[in-house]
């Protein structure tokens, strides 16, 4: 029988290959074949791929500005758990370029403990074609120090420039005012020190560029001029060095919204040949003044006014209430103002007076309304001496005004902060607080006044009446409130 040629053939299929495996040398368990002739677990009972990596360490943090060190003299904000901090941390430990990093995580820990744990996962090849990953913690001790900018605060002769604002008159309103421009657009954050004087602020910087950017944003909100000075503190002949120390005196202009103003004849005829008897309806990097009984408008620079200087005839202080009793307009409008004859009651005396306004628009009958009484005021001006009788008004109303039953307001504003001066006087006391209460009314009364500055909700809001009656009473004669949606939200005493 012939095999090779017949039918009869078997198909022999190929052998499966087995996988090869040993007995482990510590415990005996089957295992695969590896260059420490090992399981796994006796591999890692027996070798350490942490080895060199430290477990413990330490990261500087400012408790005055919230931010932690990064090597070698950098100073960052890092919240806590963030990804910074995390590579804040790695960064601290040594031998960590050893080994392959998979994960990290943070382990939480109390507040107050000054403890941040990491947990670390790693691999690293222990033998020929052995790949180890081991899981272990490392932590680290927060230390509190002060960072170089915050220790600049308590130093009074690390400044490398200061700005010094005046303003020459009796109150400080457009401090305050402009306290909280600042606030808003954050311009103090740059500062090392600010502190108060007795006719303005000084702003204290590290760094001149900072000195010249604080003097071009005041010069974008209020009307200023300002002089430059330098004084020599050291000098190193060998290296052809200088250490200097620079003053940045600004000036603003002592003229504030609502003020009676006598032009003098030059200025107001460079001006659109306005009325010498004007007011100032608004400051801003320049004055606009308005005639009253035309609704005339000019718009004054700083430049101009530094070139011939007046002073304001009347303030705020000097306002008169009046009544109105009824309104008659006239039909000339400018924006939100309307000319219109008003009849008005003297409230001290009860006598009766009739004055044009530009105010027509914003007065109705039974209204309360503060206006310079000029027939009876003497003012010590010698341009206001030279008009002509005809021409100066018996009353110039200025701004309609609300009585208010009591100073409690839903909403409040921040201070930066500023150092007080030394020597403060009972009286600068009550005067600051009367400045303050008028800058608060002034905010309530003026939605335009409102757009520059941050308002925020209080926790003190006046309780609601107890009847209809009393609330009825109250809507008659408190102030328009202020509405919920122009109030932000106080994060800050939250404590988030």
């Known amino acids: ?99 392959r990093l998979i994960d990290a995580n943070f382990i939480w820990t109390e ?106 944003f005041l010069s974008s909100v209020v009307p200023i001029r300002f002089k430059t000075s330098e004084e020599l503190i050291s000098e190193d002949f060998k290296s052809n060095t ?44 320049s004055l606009r003044f308005m005639d009253p009984f035309t609704l005339h408008t000019a718009d004054m620079l700083p430049a101009s006014y530094w070139r011939t200087p007046f002073p304001s005839l009347a303030d705020l202080t000097e306002l008169t209430e009046f009544i109105v009793a009824d309104v008659d307009f006239l039909g000339a409008t400018n924006g939100k103002y309307a000319l219109a004859d008003v009849e008005l009651i003297k409230s001290s005396d009860g006598s009766t007076h009739i004055a044009r306004t530009h105010l027509g628009s914003l007065l109705n009958a039974g209204d309360t309304v503060m206006g310079y009484h000029l027939s009876v005021t003497n003012f010590n001006n010698e341009i206001f001496d030279s008009l002509k009788e005809e021409t100066i008004p018996e009353i110039v109303l200025v701004k309609k005004t609300f009585p208010r039953k009591s100073k409690n307001r839903n909403w409040k504003l921040k201070s930066i902060g500023m150092q007080q001066a030394e020597e403060v006087k009972k009286q600068d006391v009550d005067r600051q607080e ?39 009473e109250e809507d008659e004669v408190d102030v328009p409130p202020i509405s919920v949606d122009e109030l932000l939200d106080d994060v800050e005493s939250m404590r988030i």
Not at 246 to 270: G, M, N, Q, R
Request: proline content about 6%; hydrophobic content about 35%.
């Open 434 to 472: 009367r400045d303050y209460e008028i800058f608060l009314r002034n905010l309530e009364e003026d939605p335009e006044l409102r757009q520059g500055v941050n308002l925020y909700k209080s926790n003190n809001a006046q309780k609601a009446p107890a009847n209809d009656a009393e609330m009825d």
């Open 111 to 216: 507040p107050h403990s000054r403890r941040i744990k990491l947990k670390l996962t790693v691999q690293k090849e222990a033998f020929t074609n052995t790949i180890l990953q081991q899981a272990f913690q490392v932590e680290f001790v927060v230390n509190n120090t002060q960072c170089p900018d915050c220790a600049r605060t308590y130093t009074p002769h690390i400044w490398k420039a200061v700005v010094q604002c005046r303003q020459k008159v009796l109150h400080k309103r457009t401090f305050l005012y402009l306290e909280q421009v600042i606030l808003k657009h954050r311009a103090h954050l740059v500062t090392v020190n600010i502190k108060e004087t007795k006719d303005g602020i000084d702003f204290y910087f590290a760094q001149r560029a900072h000195a010249v950017k604080m003097i071009e």
């Open 1 to 99: 029988m012939d095999i090779d040629g017949g039918n009869f053939g078997y198909a022999m299929e190929p052998a499966q290959p087995t996988a090869s495996s040993i007995l482990c040398c510590e415990c005996g368990v089957p295992t695969q074949p590896n260059a420490a002739a090992m399981c796994m677990d006796c591999i890692k009972l027996q070798v350490d791929i942490t080895t060199g990596i430290t477990r413990e360490g330490t990261i500087n943090h400012c408790r005055e500005c919230e931010r932690y060190m990064q090597p070698p003299n950098h100073w960052i904000l890092a919240p806590n758990e963030s990804r910074e901090l995390m590579a804040i941390c790695l960064k601290k430990l040594r031998g960590l370029n050893q080994v």
């Open 242 to 285: 200088a250490n200097y120390k620079f003053t940045y005196s600004t000036e603003i202009v002592p003229i504030c919204k609502d003020d009676l103003v006598c032009l003098p004849k030059p200025v107001a005829k460079a001006h659109g040949n306005i009325a010498q008897l004007v007011l100032c309806i608004k400051v801003g990097p």
